[in-house]
């Protein structure tokens, strides 16, 4: 059965902690990317996200969502994914995700997601 409370660390060294899920699939917790070693603006940020009642789906569908802490600009990405258990017992996440830069007008709104 797979469950997200934790510590992760993703193929490219990115690092996430999630608290103990709540009763109703409820979950926060902190996201450190990859290159914050090496650029001092990127601090560990705060997510908050919701994942399916494992008892109901032995590898749950979750999302979450971090709100960056950067220097200088507004970030938010939204996570979504599935947690698979394999045949030795290991919990694997796999998500995408999308990012989204504030813009200074819409005319800039084009070049703001990705």
Not at 16 to 28: A, E, H, P
Not at 53 to 79: C, K, N, R, Y
Request: with cysteine; hydrophobic share 35%.
């Amino acid at each position: 059965q797979c469950v997200l409370s934790g510590s992760w660390q993703s193929d490219d060294s990115c690092q996430m902690t999630v608290s103990v899920l709540g009763k109703d699939g409820s979950f926060s917790g902190s996201y450190l990317p990859a290159s914050a070693a090496s650029n001092l603006k990127i601090l560990s940020s705060p997510l908050e996200g919701s994942q399916q009642d494992a008892g109901l789906a032995p590898q749950p569908i979750f999302s979450f969502v971090v709100h960056w802490w950067l220097q200088g600009t507004a970030q938010t990405t939204v996570f979504l994914g599935q947690c698979y258990v394999g045949t030795n017992g290991e919990e694997t996440l796999h998500a995408l995700w999308m990012m989204r830069e504030a813009a200074d007008s819409p005319d800039e709104d084009w070049k703001t997601t990705r």
